[in-house]
């Protein structure tokens, strides 16, 4: 996996990603905005194909990043340093833009790009999803169970 999470880093260093970061930065203002974004996000990964290899622990992370970015966005969730939280908002616009560095349409490949950039994201924000998770499991018995996508 370490050489796609090179690739990935490779990528969040391009200025389309920086272009994507400051998005984000606008994005977490906009409550409404945040949400039609965590949609598209969830949709993409429920109409993906599971049959490539640990495509489900990768779908699993991304869910995981699209209930840690709600929690922001409804106020119940802040233990996230900004700039984590930036990319990963950022992470979600560029698997969701239908043209990036390899178009997704393109057969066998268009989706390496992304997959280069979920690898490089799970393997640098790990310690954040992980610290969610736990959050996330020592409310679950406070709060209704979290929906992917309000």
């Given at each position: 996996m370490s050489t796609l999470t090179d690739k990935g880093l490779e990528i969040s260093?391009?200025?389309?990603?920086?272009?994507?970061?400051?998005r984000a930065s606008a994005l977490l203002g906009k409550p409404v905005k945040i949400s039609l974004l965590l949609k598209e996000a969830y949709d993409k990964?429920?109409?993906?194909?599971?049959?490539?290899?640990?495509?489900?622990?990768?779908k699993d992370v991304f869910f995981t990043l699209i209930r840690l970015v709600q929690a922001y966005a409804n106020g119940s969730y802040r233990q996230?340093?900004?700039?984590?939280?930036?990319?990963?908002?950022?992470?979600?616009l560029y698997?969701?833009?239908?043209?990036?560095i390899i178009p997704d349409f393109l057969p066998l490949?268009?989706?390496?790009?992304?997959?280069?950039?979920?690898?490089?994201?799970?393997?640098?924000?790990?310690?954040?999803?992980?610290?969610?998770?736990?959050?996330?499991?020592?409310?679950?018995?406070?709060?209704?169970p979290?929906?992917?996508?309000v």
């Open positions: 260093k391009k200025a389309i990603f920086h272009m994507l970061v400051k990964f429920v109409d993906a194909k599971s049959s490539k290899s640990g495509f489900a622990q990768i996230i340093p900004t700039r984590s939280l930036l990319l990963g908002i950022a992470t979600l698997l969701v833009m239908p043209l990036d490949i268009g989706y390496t790009d992304d997959l280069s950039v979920i690898a490089w994201f799970v393997t640098t924000f790990q310690s954040e999803i992980t610290r969610f998770r736990s959050w996330e499991t020592r409310h679950q018995d406070e709060e209704e979290m929906v992917a996508v």
